[in-house]
T-cell receptor, first 119, second 110 residues
């Protein structure tokens, strides 16, 4: 079974440009999450989709970030315009159910991440 | 104050050593706790859940002390392949989000 995939693996852009990150969750997983790790900090939650609906977007840093999950399958995270402080690794994760991760159906499986560098 | 705090390390230990990682959490953090492992430039992967009664999986033992808001991970008989960053993680319950510590880097030396 294919895991969570993310595209691109790396992106280098200039300040002010737009970047769109894509995440394909594990097939059949209704729950999709975005997290990011900026340099020297811990991985932080950005938002959570259940199918196509935003369940929790409390971690989105500001309105330059827009996440979508049309059709409830893959998701995109757009940063427009990008700023220097947006540099970091953006992880996507998916889970079958909205359950504790101690349960198999609640385990959040992470993708390999997109490394974003804003110059 | 961070919701989940860890000593960032690095911990440099010889093969065969026993190493312990600690983590503390704030009241608001979580209902459940986990240890994740992250290899260099890879994604985090669930290592094990942490229970008050303790949880053992081979050479790994995890423990939760709710009274002290303290979580531990013990690795016995360290292997070279154990070298990685170990992330202490809380689960937010109703919010369903994972709350990560900064991670502790372990380097097992031959």
């Amino acid at each position: 079974e294919a895991g969570v995939t993310q595209f691109p693996s790396h992106s280098v852009i200039e300040k002010g440009q737009t970047v769109t990150l894509r995440c394909d969750p594990i097939s059949g997983h209704d729950n999709l999450y975005w997290y990011r790790r900026v340099m020297g900090k811990e991985i932080k939650f950005l938002l959570h989709f259940v199918k196509e609906s935003k369940q929790d977007e409390s971690g989105m840093p500001n309105n330059r970030f827009l996440a979508e999950r049309t059709g409830g399958t893959y998701s995109t995270l757009k940063v427009q315009p990008a700023e220097l402080e947006d540099s970091g690794v953006y992880f996507c994760a998916s889970s079958q159910e909205t359950s504790p991760p101690s349960l198999p159906e609640g385990t959040q499986y992470f993708g390999p991440g997109t490394r974003l560098l804003v110059l | 104050r961070k919701e989940v705090e860890q000593d960032p390390g690095p911990f440099n230990v010889p093969e065969g050593a026993t190493v312990a990682f600690n983590c503390t959490y704030s009241n608001s953090a979580s209902q459940s706790f986990f240890w994740y492992r992250q290899d260099c430039r890879k994604e985090p992967k669930l290592l094990m859940s942490v229970y008050s009664s303790g949880n053992e999986d081979g050479r790994f033992t995890a423990q939760l002390n709710r009274a002290s808001q303290y979580i531990s991970l013990l690795i016995r008989d360290s292997k070279l392949s154990d070298s990685a960053t170990y992330l202490c993680v809380g689960w937010g319950g109703a919010t369903n989000k994972l709350i990560f510590g900064t991670g502790t880097l372990l380097a097992v030396q031959p």
